[in-house]
């Protein structure tokens, strides 16, 4: 072989191994809980402390081992369908809610029975945990409210009425709440020191908010929309930074503060990963094959991982596929919980 030949060896190898890198995927599966009936499931919330991931699990909470994968149990007793669901360690309490009756109802973190049913609108359904206040937040989302509550009491203490049908809410840990206006296209601030919304930010180009995620340090609200868009906000002022295509389907939103990546999960059964550079500077890198219906998110923010519930389904191909809600069909029982890891976490 020539020293040409050497050469030429040399860097094929090397290209191929960087192209292999280059594909290797940002995050993949790494495990697959089975969760079971009930077949729906709406919203979910890792809890640090813990390291629990519950998760709203049609008439109850489900709780399941963020590390192995261990189902430890359920809070039952939410007829009318759980949507939401906030830890508050300090009190040993969780909080969840009953969509139809129009509920939130607490429970103990220990023994997992429920405590109390605390009135709140029609349609609870997102709950904010606000650390600075102590103080729990449920958007009703159809009548557009939202209902203060105080965990020292397990009363309300405060309704702020926003006009129009909204939907997740997200907190900031400094005194902020943030919630998706999904009927105005909108972004609502709230002062949790006064129970207050202190502004309201139009977001037009985003049809039907719906996952919101915040940037704390960086001081962005990551907002995602039905028309397969993801809108960056300036949580100080309500300035739109950036634009990025998404997945179809979203209805949740994530942030991870080590890796500087926002993520939306959406139920075509990707999940987007947003890079944030700088402040003003945010790129896509690209799309995570998941599950069909996966459309909901919550992340540990000590390693990464991020979890998502999604169930196999069946085809009615009589139907139109843009018809999700008819054209699919959850397969009985089969509702699972999916473990995604970064590709260098070495989980």
Known sequence: MTRFQVLVFILCC??????????????TITRTVPIGAPDRWDLLTYDVESGRVYIAHGD?????????????????????????VAIVSGFGRGYTDDGQSGTAGSFDLKTLKSLKTIKADEDADAIVFDPSSGHVFVVDSDPGRITVIDPTTDTVISTLDAGA?????????????????????????????????DA??????????????????????????????????????GKQIAQLPIGSRTDGAAFDPRTKRAF???????????????????????????????????????????????????????????????????????AKLLFLDPASSGH
């Open 14 to 27: 090397v290209g191929s191994t960087l192209g292999a890198a280059e594909e290797k995927p940002l995050y």
């Open 60 to 84: 109850r909470v489900t709780l399941v081992d963020g590390q192995s994968g261990e189902v430890i149990g359920s809070v039952e007793g939410y007829a009318g369908g759980t949507h939401g």
């Open 165 to 197: 049908k909204l939907e997740i809410g997200a907190a900031d840990g400094k005194g902020k709440v943030y919630v998706n206006g999904e009927a105005q296209r909108e972004i609502l601030r709230i002062d949790t020191s006064t129970n207050k919304i």
């Open 200 to 237: 309201r930010w139009p977001i037009p180009s985003c049809a039907s908010p719906h996952g919101l995620a915040i940037d704390a340090a960086s001081h962005r609200v990551f907002s995602t929309c039905e028309n397969n868009v993801m809108v960056v906000v300036d949580a100080d002022n």
């Open 264 to 334: 939306s999960s959406n139920g075509d059964g990707t999940l987007t990963v947003i890079g944030e550079k700088s402040a003003s500077s945010f790129v896509s890198l690209g799309s995570v094959p998941t599950m069909r219906g996966a459309r909901t998110m919550t992340l540990n923010p000590k390693t990464g991982r991020l979890y998502l519930v999604a169930a196999d389904y069946t085809v009615n191909e009589s139907v139109d596929p843009g018809d999700f809600r008819h054209r699919y069909s959850v397969v009985p029982g089969s």
